[in-house]
């Protein structure tokens, strides 16, 4: 059975940074690209950033990039998600996702609160 | 960046009927390779999104066969044959033909009248 499962979602001062993990089990992680997708409260998803199968690519939406860095061991089964110089409006709930275009198993997500 | 609409914002809908989602994009979303990269999602209230359709038409192991997806170039529909009550929340489109980034549309509030 396929599962991710986020961590790492806490309260956090505006200006900080934060690391995320996913963990992966159930499937070949090596074998599939891995996407951060977010939902701010009451507002809809929207994507982060994802990450090729062996790492060799990353992509980020404009609004992370600079500040965001998506990573992943596949010896670990994992994949990260490191945000700096965080804002009040990168409060969400952020969810992993098997895949890119796919993204067809999601975890429960983490919740980021960045306030003061 | 493509832009994904759909409507309506929100669907009250009766135990037993038809329910219908539309989600238009601002552009084509056949890819070079021959497949159009649509999906359809469903999150229920306080789980996490799942898929029900792949690439326009597709339907996820274990997705009732109530739900169906319908389409092609830039004007896609989900529909809910008979819309029971495990139904209720909120479906999004999502486009992963022209990216990055990859799109989701604002959502449809599905709800029980």
């Known amino acids: 059975e396929v599962q991710l499962v986020e961590s790492g979602g806490v309260l956090v001062q505006p200006g900080g940074s934060l690391r995320l993990s996913c963990a992966a089990s159930?499937?070949?992680?090596?074998?599939?690209?891995m996407t951060w997708v977010r939902q701010a409260p009451g507002k809809g998803l929207e994507w982060v950033a994802n990450i090729r199968y062996d790492a060799s690519g990353t992509y980020y939406a404009d609004f992370v990039k600079g500040r965001f860095t998506i990573s992943r061991d596949n010896a670990k089964n994992s994949l990260f998600l490191q945000m700096n110089s965080l804002r009040a409006e990168d409060t969400a709930v952020y969810y992993c996702?098997?895949?890119?275009?796919?993204?067809?198993?999601w975890g429960q997500g983490t919740l980021v609160t960045v306030s003061s | 960046d493509v832009v994904l609409t759909q409507s309506p914002l929100s669907l009250p809908v009766t135990l037993g009927q038809p329910a219908s989602i539309s989600c238009r994009s601002s552009?084509?979303?056949?890819?070079?390779?021959?497949?159009?990269?649509l999906n359809w999602f469903q999150q229920r209230p306080g789980q996490s999104p799942r898929r029900l359709i792949y690439k326009v038409s597709n339907r996820d192991s274990g997705v009732p066969d109530r739900f169906s997806g319908s389409g092609s170039g830039s004007d896609f529909t989900l529909k809910i044959s008979r819309v029971e009550a495990e139904d209720v929340g909120v479906y999004y489109c999502m486009q992963g033909t022209h990216w990055p980034p990859l799109t989701f549309g604002g959502g449809t509030k599905v709800e029980i009248k």
């Open positions: 996702a098997r895949g890119n275009q796919a993204a067809d198993y």
């Open positions: 159930g499937f070949t992680f090596s074998g599939y690209w």
């Open positions: 552009q084509s979303l056949v890819h070079s390779d021959g497949n159009t990269y």
